[in-house]
């Protein structure tokens, strides 16, 4: 349950229970995202102090939106998803009403509310309840750490789509996090030479690991003439920026090709250095990627594939060691991705 | 003849003949641009004063980009053009060879230089010989003085595809200039609404008497409380900004629906107002639109069904008065769109 900034409990909570058009799922693991990390650290930001307009929702909450679990129970109404399934959950709660909604934006909804921060009962929980809409079954052959690492997967997969990459094209992604590795997958599912900046050494032996062949240390490479280098003094077709500091966002302008795309997807907490007269020059498109909409199937279907391989970058420690070994192994950089494992047959 | 800041010569020149691969034009009407202007009261901008490494152009050069006219003669290998056609002039030189062009994005080649800027001869002149790839022959139906409006509309045809107008859709227009117009024009043509802002009454007004329903002006009307009143408090689904200033930038962000286009048309000349996290937050697509590329063909499709009236906006004056009626008449604000006509029974 998160009070505020540092203070986060382990408590007992009534177990939910589904009503209508709901679901009950038992939660196999939860990811910690970076965004738990900013409430935790620099908090409350999205967690309301007052009543979400949507879910009513504020602390304290159960944290918690990157999960996956089976099928416990549903609720009147639900007769597509046999009990036990396995499943990952798009945490969008949207109000179905508004322009974005009706054209299947969710993630644009003007009351959108992430279950786990702005609605009750998050994923970081034995169980917790969300609606039928939100809910994707998974194929055979994925297991529940996949069905949680789906949603930051499919942030990576809209901003690798919303880059409109091509089979052959060059894709400079900056950020080796989660984020800049869902985008490392995505490229190559999609058939493009991606280019990886990252200054953590352990984070670029992660992505040399599973088999990035270009991975650039900005404090002591020369991004932009390897940029230039590879792709023959073009630049590349499209730059994912996972980061959004001032330094990648005018890296991206400069690296990318005329007419080719810049893909935000790093949220940026500062100005950054826009220069209109450069992008008139060179019409490279830019645009940002906001979580998901559409993007679970297409995220899990590659991921059946096998585009997403966990070796090496994904770890799970049981709930009870959320805080040391969680929050703060992340904050301190000892891990890349933390799954919360419930139940002790898992962790 | 362009010889530096205030300093535009009519003199005689030598008529030019077409090489192989050529045509020679015999220039009906030649438009006056904005880019011209630029030229002449605060260049040189464009126009090289070092031999241009495309063209080898440089100052003094022939000015004149919009043009369009007859086909006098032409050069070896060139056998698809009768003589005595109407056509109108794509006024790009490009290099052929580098990344761009090879994909057909002639505006943004590396070399790119216009004819009547940074290339000799342009269309102020009776004569004047491009190449075959340049030249665009028209259907019947258009006339001369439409050849020379082909170029500016294909520029603002170019920015309505780049928003890509779909039916039924609003979109916010800044600026009633000739781009402006042509972008209206185009909306139209895609079936879009258009709402336009423009500070000139005169301007309005030819707007209105073309059949533009919205048309605001930014100095009294509340813009923004307009767009939201007209959409249901949605935004218009795109913004093409024709003027690019900080206040008609920070208007396409507050007046643009979430996950919309803003196309910025117009060339910024100074720092505009970027805000990254209204971008993330918004998945607004940003792109700029520079110039046209494959852009020609349809834009003459457009104007051949009858989308581009030239009522109340466009005037004819003879060249012995481009400084006076031309370049002075456009600076004072007391035209909108003037074409330069050759030969006496033309103007």
């Known amino acids: 349950m998160y009070y505020g900034q540092g203070d986060i409990r382990l408590e007992e909570v009534a177990e939910p229970e589904p009503g209508p058009g709901q679901v009950k799922v038992r939660v196999g693991y939860n990811g910690i995202c970076g965004s738990d990390l900013h409430e935790y650290y620099a908090g409350p930001l999205a967690i309301p102090t007052s009543p979400h307009p949507l879910t009513g929702a504020k602390a304290p909450v159960t944290l918690g939106h990157e999960f996956g679990g089976w099928v416990e129970a549903v609720g009147e109404g639900v007769e597509d998803l046999p009990l036990g399934s396995l499943v990952a959950v798009d945490p969008i709660h949207t109000c179905g009403q508004c322009a974005p909604c009706k054209r299947g934006a969710t993630n644009l909804c003007v009351m959108a509310a992430f279950h786990g921060l702005m609605a009750m009962g998050g994923g970081l929980s034995d169980h917790t309840v969300v609606e039928r809409r939100m809910v994707h079954p998974l194929p055979a052959g994925l297991d529940a750490r996949q069905a949680a690492l789906v949603e930051p997967m499919a942030v990576a997969f809209r901003a690798a789509r919303r880059a409109e990459l091509e089979s052959g094209q060059h894709v400079l992604i900056f950020g080796g996090g989660p ?169």
């Open 179 to 347: 984020i800049g590795l869902g985008a490392f997958f995505a490229a190559r599912w999609f058939g493009a030479h991606p280019i990886v900046v990252e200054p953590s050494g352990d984070r670029r032996r992660t992505f040399t690991d599973l088999g990035a062949t270009t991975v650039l240390d900005p404090t002591s490479d020369d991004v932009l003439a390897a940029v230039m280098d590879i792709t023959g003094g073009v630049g590349v077709s499209a730059t994912i920026d996972a980061v959004a500091l001032p330094s990648t966002f005018a890296g991206a302008f400069e690296s990318t090709a005329r007419g080719g795309n810049i893909v935000m997807v790093g949220i940026p907490h500062e100005p950054l250095p826009f220069d209109p007269i450069a992008m008139f020059m060179s019409e490279v498109t830019l645009r940002a990627s906001n979580a998901y909409a559409d993007d679970f199937p297409a995220t899990i279907l590659a991921m059946a594939a096998g585009a997403y391989p966990t070796d090496g970058w994904v770890t799970s420690i049981p709930f009870e060691r959320l805080i040391p070994d969680g929050l703060e192994a992340l904050h301190a950089g000892r891990a890349m991705k933390i799954l919360v494992a419930f139940g002790e047959d898992l962790s």
